[in-house]
């Protein structure tokens, strides 16, 4: 079964400064994708940014990159330029592509941007 | 409007209930899921369709039925609630392609009293 890893179940920044979401996983598939979704207060589920196992370049979308390292299994999500925001559950998730091609998601890392 | 809908958005039950939880979508595409969220977890999967003929149970399906009417329509039934059954449940949908990335809807917060 594919697993997961969010180690950071809290954490905190300033406002302008960048911060970097932790997620390792694994799989033994090799082809997937690896997926961040940001969840406010509000509680709605917002994508982010993707990843592709045969990517070569990291993805990047505005602020957000994605630091991936196929060879260590890890997914980091890093934000740049935090805005208050930018506080939310960030959840790191991955979807084989034998498996229905269904979301894992890790149990989210919360986000406090501090002023 | 929104691509992906949920109704209702709240909603308050009693043990041994039957409810349904609607999904819409105006994205066209074919596949769509339910998950279920609960405190201090991550999403767990409860079903998922490829299309109007294509049903396949999750991680978590057992107390759970869904219904595919239509393509732009998937709903989740709980034949008889209980109270472990109290989360906060999203519908999703992504095109075709192996990793297309997966839109959420705005969730339905279900309480099981």
């Known amino acids: 079964a594919q697993k997961i890893t969010q180690t950071q179940p809290g954490m905190f920044v300033q406002e302008k400064e960048a911060v970097t979401l932790d997620c390792t996983y694994d799989t033994s598939d090799p082809s997937y994708g690896l997926f961040w979704y940001k969840q406010p207060s509000s509680g709605e589920m917002i994508f982010l940014i993707y990843q592709g196992s045969y990517d070569q370049q990291n993805a990047t979308e505005g602020r957000y990159s994605l630091n991936f390292q196929k060879a260590r299994k890890s997914a980091n999500l890093v934000i740049s330029a935090s805005q208050l925001g930018d506080s939310a559950m960030y959840f790191c998730?991955?979807?084989?592509?034998?498996?229905?091609?269904?979301?894992?998601f890790g149990k989210g890392t919360s986000l406090l941007v501090t002023p | 409007d929104a691509d992906v809908t949920q109704t209702p958005r709240n909603r308050i039950t009693k043990t041994g209930k039957r409810i349904m939880l609607e999904c819409s979508q105006t994205k066209g595409h074919d596949r769509m899921y339910w998950y279920r969220q609960d405190p201090g977890l991550g999403l767990r999967l409860i079903y998922y369709?490829?299309?109007?003929?294509?049903?396949n149970k999750g991680e978590i399906s057992d107390g759970y039925s869904v219904s595919r009417q239509a393509q732009a329509k998937f709903s989740l039934s709980l034949e008889s609630a209980i109270p472990n059954q109290t989360a906060l449940y999203f519908c999703?949908?992504?095109?075709?392609?192996?990793?297309?990335?997966?839109?959420f809807g705005p969730g339905t917060r279900l309480l099981v009293l």
């Open positions: 999703a949908t992504s095109g075709e392609g192996g990793l297309a990335t997966q839109y």
């Open positions: 998730a991955m979807t084989p592509a034998n498996s229905g091609y269904a979301l894992n």
């Open positions: 369709s490829f299309d109007v003929k294509d049903i």
